[in-house]
């Protein structure tokens, strides 16, 4: 969709009156509660004053009846006893909440000289965007927080966008903590009337600063002179799963366009299209090769794990370098991390029989075993299972035998090879409810755990001080995804988990296990060699012609009948080939990489085109009588 007509389409309609909302609150002493709880075990009372227990400071009427699962009547009942309380919920106001004012740090040569690039840019009023590639803890927020400060100077206001899983307290309050006007936080995970609030805070121009995930990007901030989009390669700016399909980095580009300011797009590991963007002098690119703190960047050492099974004489989660290295961390009260790209506990249930996977009866996707509850569940729709006692496909018993690993086994095997070892976890499983991902990230930092294992939600944004090593367990499983894209996913991650080792005065130290250890990407990821790294994939994207030297659109095709679906992306590709228009590729009809997901099957096709606005009338034009979706410049071809 186009970025402008976008903007314009939201910055309308959100002016409604905030509404007041009000909590309830545990009116009985703790011991009297729970007294009365444990004489009545399990009643709906009994859990909602449990769950009022947990939460001195309230939940909402919905939330609660949601998270207990109670209807109304016992909340009724509660309050007529007056064992519960009603109390307004107080307004959002940040200037009441305690903050520390913070005060400009001392930038060194490269962030000073960065930063005067961007004043340059602010002062003339113009549409300029600049590329911040600095390396993981090169003091990119320093230069983002006087940036602003500039912005305000000039009367103009900034919009700060962060990937979603970054947008903590921690982050919030670093930025809080150095400007006295008002700051609005924009997530979809706040209230109706806090967003409401910021809402009009921002219209009115009484808050000049606003944070938030995509969606920020089209507050009302009044006369915008600076939008920084932070980890700007982050695939969450993009909205995939509904319509419209857009990258909130690429709108926020727009809308500085249209409001003549400055943009800042900042990462350790630049997209390829914003790095190439700089080399052909469209962004101005500033390099910060050095930790701000004179940390020094962590050592990455190689294991194969093809030699480790043989050593072991047997399949292993920890190769003996890991083990060694986290035994002697933890002794001296040092803390570590362990990244892998899956959770549950086994990967999936397959039949010696007739190998076939035990699927979700909804989507095309293998069931994974989660132990803490002993179920099968489905990643893509949540469907839950018991353990089936007979192949569900042939019929045979005592066949399914449980393959692959996620992070419930790895947290297990882990315990089992170190006793004694504390460890939290971090991955969807464990991160349900709003704020457990924050609780997680609060223990870990006051280090009520030695090793912290978690999927890529580990990787993104956290400063964890005490982290000295990490060990990443099979980063190149994705390298074998036949996208275009994979190299580039696997090279960001490698480098995003690294860096969260030694960001303090304490060396770090990175294990990073591989079937694949002569693989060049392995190793310029390894060395952590970005120009190495840019320089190989924009050879190979030029020459197999992918993004950034042509646009992607990916149509999607959606349907109840399997050959029906088929036929009508069939359909949708003939009408385009018809079309004959020039200087695009058509690629062929075929299964999405998940082929049916809650019951519905999917069908795609890919066009390549050097020109979007050559291919504008053909995608108007086509059928309405099909469910389809369009998605121009996609994260993957495959997904
Ligand atoms: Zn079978
Ligand atoms: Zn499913």
């Not at 089936?388 to 005592?398: D, F, M, N, Q, V």
């Not at 939600?457 to 993104?460: D, G, H, N, T």
């Given at each position: 969709m186009d970025g402008g007509l976008l903007l314009r389409a939201h910055t309308k309609n959100f002016a409604t009156v905030p509404k007041k909302e009000f909590l309830l609150l545990l009116n009985l002493t703790k011991e009297k509660a729970t007294d009365w709880i444990i004489e009545n075990r399990n009643t709906s009372m009994a859990l909602i004053l449990e769950k009022l227990l947990e939460r001195p400071k309230g939940l909402a009427a919905t939330e609660l009846m949601q998270e207990c699962k109670t209807t109304r009547s016992p909340l009724q009942t509660l309050l007529t006893r007056k064992w519960i309380r009603k109390e307004e919920k107080p307004e959002?106001?940040?200037?009441?909440e305690e903050f520390f004012p913070s005060r400009e740090k001392k930038l060194n040569e490269e962030q000073t000289e960065c930063l005067a690039k961007i004043q340059k840019s602010l002062t003339e009023k113009q549409f300029a965007a600049h590329l911040i590639h600095g390396v993981t803890g090169s003091g990119k927020t320093e230069v983002y927080l006087q940036a602003i400060q500039m912005a305000l100077a000039e009367g103009r206001s900034a919009i700060l966008l962060v990937p979603e899983i970054a947008l903590t307290s921690q982050t919030i309050e670093r930025f809080r903590a150095r400007f006295q006007e008002r700051i609005a936080v924009w997530h979809h995970r706040r209230s109706l009337g806090e967003r409401t609030l910021a809402w009009e805070d921002l219209r009115q121009g009484k808050a000049r600063v606003v944070i938030g995930a995509r969606s920020a990007i089209f507050c009302p901030a009044q006369n915008v002179g600076l939008i920084i989009v932070d980890e700007?390669?982050?695939?969450?700016?993009?909205?995939?799963?509904?319509?419209?399909?857009?990258?909130g980095r690429d709108v926020a580009v727009m809308r500085a366009h249209l409001e003549g300011a400055t943009i800042l797009l900042g990462s350790a590991t630049p997209s390829l299209e914003s790095r190439y963007n700089a080399d052909t002098g469209k962004y101005i690119l500033s390099t910060l090769r050095t930790r701000a703190t004179s940390a020094s960047l962590p050592s990455i050492q190689i294991v194969d794990m093809k030699r480790e099974f043989e050593i072991a004489g047997m399949f292993t989660h920890f190769s003996s370098p890991l083990i060694d290295a986290l035994k002697k961390r933890c002794e001296i009260g040092e803390q570590a991390l362990i990244f892998l790209n899956r959770r549950g506990y086994h990967r999936h249930q397959m039949c010696a029989a007739c190998r076939e996977v035990v699927k979700c009866p909804h989507c095309d996707l293998g069931l994974t075993f989660h132990k803490s509850n002993n179920h099968l569940r489905c990643h893509l729709c949540d469907f839950c299972r018991e353990v089936?006692?007979?192949?569900?496909?042939?019929?045979?018993?005592?066949t399914l035998q449980f393959k692959g690993f996620g992070t419930e086994h790895v947290e297990r095997s882990l315990h089992a090879l170190l006793p004694g070892i504390r460890t939290l976890r971090m991955d969807r499983d464990t991160t349900r409810k709003k704020d457990d991902a924050e609780d997680l990230y609060r223990q870990f930092k006051a280090h009520k755990a030695d090793v912290l294992i978690g999927t890529q939600?580990?990787?993104?944004g956290f400063h964890f001080p005490a982290v000295t090593l990490v060990g990443i367990l099979a980063a190149d499983a994705a390298l074998s995804i036949p996208d275009f894209r994979a190299g580039e996913t696997v090279f960001q991650l490698i480098t995003q988990v690294a860096g969260r080792a030694g960001r303090s005065e304490l060396p770090g130290e990175v294990i990073l296990q591989t079937f694949l250890p002569e693989h060049p990407l392995i190793h310029l990821a390894a060395q952590q060699n970005y120009e190495g790294f840019y320089a190989q994939e924009i050879a190979e994207r030029k020459l197999f012609n992918y993004p950034p030297f042509c646009r992607i659109i990916k149509i999607t095709c959606f349907g109840t009948d399997e050959k029906e679906t088929e036929n009508s992306a069939r359909a949708l590709h003939a009408q385009i080939d018809s079309a004959k228009i020039p200087d695009i590729e058509l690629l062929s009809v075929v299964p999405a990489a998940h082929a049916k997901v809650k019951d519905q099957y999917r069908f795609q096709f890919v066009i390549k085109a050097q020109k979007i606005v050559a291919l504008k009338n053909i995608l108007h034009s086509l059928s309405s009588k099909i469910r389809f979706k369009i998605d121009v410049d996609p994260v993957s071809t495959f997904f």
């Open positions: 959002f106001d940040l200037s009441q700007e390669h982050d695939t969450s700016y993009k909205q995939s799963d509904e319509a419209p399909c857009y990258n089936p006692r007979s192949c569900p496909t042939c019929g045979a018993r005592e939600m580990i990787a993104k």
